[in-house]
């Protein structure tokens, strides 16, 4: 899975993409600072099963804190995004081209109003951030069906005689931009074109079926950034129900100062909680930051970073987390306890799981245990999220 961050020059972006991964991205106030893709490792947390066992996990990859999971999943800061970029003004073809690999999509906006189209630095309240919100949408609606567009005339003369022939022929014009068979089924149903000929398509038909395309294949959710800022905050308030996309409050450089702080061993702070803990005398400064860190805990309950990325792996993508286990006693051969955890689709089988660990294991399947309830699971049992699975194949 990739989340994208995406959005116009100078809103936060990389401090978002820091405070998610704890790595340092290059951060300045001027357009385009990010030109390649910087990539790394974010995290969403899930209650760990090892309580339920009576055991403490130990993680292969990513980490379990105070019963809290924390699975692995990438995250790409795409270069920013400005108007007619699907038209390549800008950096509008490398972004796009970033975009395609892209499962979801966090679109990072400036809520205190202080940067204009172009990403340039304005006075905070200036600039409408709901401008920006839709400026994004239809860029990357418009992206897609330019793509549909530039390979339209050639399909629509084929002789398509079935729902499943057209299903098909899309999907092959449209395969690089991450998406799947499902994703156009669903597009062309729900707009009621499945049993209309492609020749008889008219030109909002071509959009209208791009536009639903790119909602089903890269949704798009709104981190609401800067709330720390005073017209940040007010913006939030006036406009988190005037969009139809999901819409969380986020403070980037609160999340990134609590990181920095516990790194250091000031305090002690689990990623999305409501507090934090001090842990050794601090200076005026390192005081003062940490108390306007916490307004922005007291107001709004975390600081949205760890929250998005939740809400946007299990609410709006639909996935869950299962540990698949090498025997019942959920150690693998080096003694580690529950060691791996996985993120998959929301109708995810038992034989996905195994062809997510290994295709060997899924050639070689030969059945499958529900731990927790120590019952047999044939290999398209549907699986729920913490499921805890061991996977018995052949060799």
Same mark, same amino acid.
Request: aromatic share 8%; charged share 30%; with cysteine.
């Given at each position: 899975?990739?989340?994208?961050?995406?959005?116009?020059?100078?809103?936060?972006?990389?401090?978002?993409? !820091?405070?998610?991964?704890?790595?340092?991205?290059?951060?300045?106030?001027?357009?385009?600072?990010?030109?390649?893709?910087?990539?790394?490792?974010?995290?969403?947390?899930?209650?760990?099963?090892?309580?339920?066992?009576?055991?403490?996990?130990?993680?292969?990859?990513?980490?379990?804190?105070?019963?809290?999971?924390?699975?692995? $999943?990438?995250?790409?800061?795409?270069?920013? $995004?400005?108007?007619?970029?699907?038209?390549?003004?800008?950096?509008?073809?490398?972004?796009?081209?970033? $975009? @395609?690999?892209?499962?979801?999509?966090?679109?990072?906006?400036?809520?205190?109003?202080?940067?204009?189209?172009?990403?340039?630095?304005?006075?905070?309240?200036?600039?409408?951030?709901?401008?920006?919100?839709?400026?994004?949408?239809?860029?990357?609606?418009?992206?897609?069906?330019?793509?549909?567009?530039?390979?339209?005339?050639?399909?629509? @003369?084929?002789?398509?005689?079935?729902?499943?022939?057209?299903?098909?022929?899309?999907?092959?014009?449209?395969?690089?931009?991450?998406?799947?068979?499902?994703?156009?089924?669903?597009?062309?149903?729900?707009?009621?074109?499945?049993?209309?000929?492609? !020749?008889?398509?008219?030109?909002?038909?071509?959009?209208?079926?791009?536009?639903?395309?790119?909602?089903?294949?890269?949704?798009?959710?709104?981190?609401?950034?800067?709330?720390?800022?005073?017209?940040?905050?007010?913006?939030?308030?006036? $406009?988190?129900?005037?969009?139809?996309?999901?819409?969380?409050?986020?403070?980037? *450089?609160?999340?990134?100062?609590?990181?920095?702080?516990?790194?250091?061993?000031?305090?002690?702070?689990?990623?999305?909680?409501?507090?934090? @803990?001090?842990?050794?005398?601090?200076?005026?400064?390192?005081?003062?930051?940490?108390?306007?860190?916490?307004?922005?805990?007291?107001?709004?309950?975390?600081?949205?970073?760890?929250?998005?990325?939740?809400?946007?792996?299990?609410?709006?993508?639909?996935?869950?987390?299962?540990?698949?286990?090498?025997?019942?006693?959920?150690?693998?051969?080096?003694? @580690?306890?529950?060691?791996?955890?996985?993120?998959?689709?929301?109708?995810?089988?038992?034989?996905?799981?195994? *062809?997510?660990?290994?295709? *060997?294991?899924?050639?070689?399947?030969?059945?499958?245990?529900?731990?927790?309830?120590?019952?047999?699971?044939?290999?398209?049992?549907?699986?729920?999220?913490?499921?805890?699975?061991?996977?018995?194949?052949?060799?």
């Amino acid at each position: 899975m990739i989340v994208g961050l995406v959005g116009k020059p100078n809103v936060g972006k990389s401090t978002f993409f !820091s405070a998610a991964t704890a790595q340092i991205a290059q951060i300045a106030p001027y357009p385009f600072t990010t030109i390649e893709a910087n990539k790394g490792v974010a995290y969403v947390s899930v209650d760990c099963v090892d309580r339920e066992f009576g055991v403490t996990c130990n993680p292969r990859e990513g980490f379990c804190l105070r019963g809290k999971r924390f699975v692995p $999943l990438e995250i790409m800061d795409v270069a920013g $995004l400005v108007p007619e970029a699907h038209k390549g003004k800008g950096l509008g073809n490398k972004f796009m081209d970033d $975009l @395609r690999k892209s499962n979801l999509l966090i679109h990072i906006v400036d809520f205190s109003g202080g940067t204009d189209f172009e990403g340039n630095v304005v006075l905070p309240g200036t600039h409408n951030p709901l401008e920006d919100i839709r400026f994004l949408e239809e860029e990357v609606n418009l992206w897609f069906s330019k793509i549909l567009e530039r390979n339209f005339e050639t399909i629509k @003369r084929k002789p398509i005689s079935s729902f499943s022939e057209k299903k098909n022929v899309l999907f092959q014009i449209l395969s690089g931009l991450s998406l799947s068979l499902d994703d156009i089924d669903f597009s062309l149903r729900k707009i009621n074109l499945g049993e209309k000929k492609l !020749s008889d398509w008219s030109s909002e038909d071509l959009f209208l079926f791009a536009k639903t395309l790119r909602e089903k294949s890269k949704p798009i959710i709104v981190a609401a950034n800067k709330v720390d800022i005073k017209e940040g905050r007010e913006n939030y308030e006036k $406009l988190k129900n005037k969009v139809q996309t999901l819409v969380v409050p986020v403070s980037s *450089e609160a999340e990134l100062i609590l990181k920095k702080a516990d790194k250091q061993g000031l305090i002690e702070y689990l990623p999305g909680d409501n507090d934090f @803990r001090i842990l050794k005398p601090l200076n005026k400064e390192q005081e003062d930051a940490l108390n306007l860190v916490k307004k922005i805990l007291e107001k709004f309950g975390s600081t949205g970073v760890q929250e998005i990325l939740n809400k946007a792996v299990f609410e709006v993508l639909g996935y869950k987390v299962v540990f698949p286990v090498p025997s019942p006693n959920l150690k693998d051969s080096e003694g @580690r306890v529950l060691p791996d955890a996985f993120l998959l689709p929301e109708k995810a089988t038992v034989l996905d799981l195994a *062809e997510a660990i290994h295709s *060997e294991i899924a050639q070689h399947f030969i059945k499958a245990v529900d731990v927790k309830t120590g019952k047999l699971v044939g290999r398209d049992h549907i699986l729920v999220n913490r499921d805890v699975v061991e996977i018995i194949f052949g060799r």
